[in-house]
């Protein structure tokens, strides 16, 4: 198994720009979400998604979307990029809300200049 | 104040030793949860705990409910063991993750 996979690695944009950060999981997971990981901060939750076609806010989700067209995908857009979004971001799934959070992908180092 | 806490913040180790990580809360939890996040970034669960302890090879994990405190545990540290620890506590009503802000531990041989 693959486990949960996320692209890019690595990503520079510049301000306004728009970009897509790919989620991908092979382990039939309902729950996957979203976190965003910065310097002296605990993770914080984006977007998260229960099931296929079912997505909700976290706890920090302006300047995000998220879509969940199949159980194994759950992209997320950044749609006019800000330097206040420069992070790490990090997709988790697992088999319910109440397992998670169970696998991470291994993150997407992005800045926005 | 931070609903999640951890302490120390750093900690640095000779190989051998035993650590503890400590996690204090201040919402009621459904679960107490430990991750591992390596100097490469990838973060990798280690225990969920609801009550008591649980262990794995040389990880210990505890939890106290009613003083909403958690500790982890490493015997026979090593060098590998150095990363972050993260706990998150997993609030009752919505499974809702609150997470610490971390602690980087540095096993040095």
């Known amino acids: 198994n693959a486990g949960v996979t996320q692209t890019p690695k690595f990503q520079v944009l510049k301000t306004g720009q728009s970009m897509t950060l790919q989620c991908a999981q092979d382990?039939?997971?309902?729950?996957m979400s979203w976190y965003r990981q910065d310097p002296g901060m605990g993770l914080r939750l984006i977007h998260y998604?229960?099931?296929?076609?079912?997505?909700d806010q976290g706890e920090v989700p302006n300047g995000y979307n998220v879509s969940r067209s199949t159980t194994e995908d759950f992209p997320l857009r950044l749609l006019s990029a800000a330097p206040s979004q420069t992070s790490v971001y990090f997709c988790?799934?697992?088999?319910?809300?109440?397992?998670?959070?169970?696998?991470f992908g291994d993150g997407t180092r992005l800045s926005i200049l | 104040k931070n609903e999640v806490e951890q302490s120390p913040q750093n900690l640095t180790a000779q190989e051998g030793e035993f650590i503890t990580i400590n996690c204090s809360y201040s919402v009621g939890i459904s679960a107490l949860h430990w991750l591992q996040q390596h100097p490469g970034g990838g973060i990798v669960s280690l225990f969920m705990l609801s009550s008591g302890k649980k262990k794995h090879g040389r990880l210990i994990a505890t939890i106290n409910i009613q003083e909403k405190h958690s500790s982890l545990h490493i015997t026979a540290s090593h060098p590998r063991d150095s990363a972050v620890y993260i706990c998150a506590a997993r609030g009752g009503a919505t499974n809702k993750l609150i997470f610490g802000t971390g602690t980087l531990l540095a096993v040095q041989p």
């Open positions: 382990m039939n997971h309902e729950y």
């Open positions: 988790a799934s697992s088999y319910n809300s109440r397992e998670q959070p169970q696998h």
């Open positions: 998604s229960v099931g296929a076609g079912i997505t």
